[in-house]
């Protein structure tokens, strides 16, 4: 067999693959220091201690962490490691799921922290899972939150619609 009809004859990337040619240099320093900003608010409104933080971004060195952090605040470019990026884009993923999911105030906070009867977690907090140190974990919950959104549990929802109030129309806020 000719080799040129060896290189037609190999296989080729699935179409789902992901395609993270966009994600050169330059792009990730234009989303780095604006996603790392985020990131940080969003951690505080969590609670989230400093090395809480470290360990969600991927336990990068404390120096690097306040390198970061003081590049992003003072809009100096910065560009973080794909993982971190993608570490950061699955936060903001959980949070705008739990800000559709509760439209309380109080109640994202409540379910992040609580033990969770899912299978998915363990009796643990979806916190323990975002706070693993690994990748997966996090999409765990991002994955969670998203089927959720989605309909895909039956009710009671993981124990929460045992506690939550019934929804009534003096809930539904049109913005």
């Known amino acids: 067999m000719p080799q040129a009809a060896r290189r037609e004859a190999a296989p080729r990337a699935p179409t ?3 395609d993270i040619s966009g994600l050169d ?7 780095s220091g604006p996603g790392l900003r985020t990131f940080l608010n969003i951690a ?9 933080r470290i360990c969600v971004l991927g336990a990068p060195a404390r120096s690097t962490f306040h390198s970061w952090i003081a590049k992003a605040r003072a809009g ?10 993608l570490r950061i884009s699955a936060i903001f993923g959980i ?7 509760f439209v309380r105030e109080g109640d994202a906070a409540t379910w992040l922290h609580s033990a969770n009867k899912g299978l998915v977690f363990g009796g643990q907090p979806p916190l323990a899972l975002i706070l693993s140190g690994s990748q997966d974990g996090i999409m765990l919950v991002r994955r969670h939150l998203d089927a959720w959104r989605g309909g895909a549990f039956n009710a009671p929802v993981q124990g929460y619609d045992e506690t939550a109030p019934a929804i009534t129309d003096a809930d539904i806020l049109f913005i």
């Open 16 to 18: 789902h693959s992901v």
């Open 25 to 31: 240099g330059g792009h990730r320093r234009e989303v």
């Open 44 to 52: 505080k409104e969590w609670g989230l201690s400093e090395n809480d």
């Open 76 to 85: 100096e470019p910065i560009t973080l490691p794909l993982d971190t990026l």
């Open 95 to 101: 949070y705008q799921g739990l800000k559709i999911i």
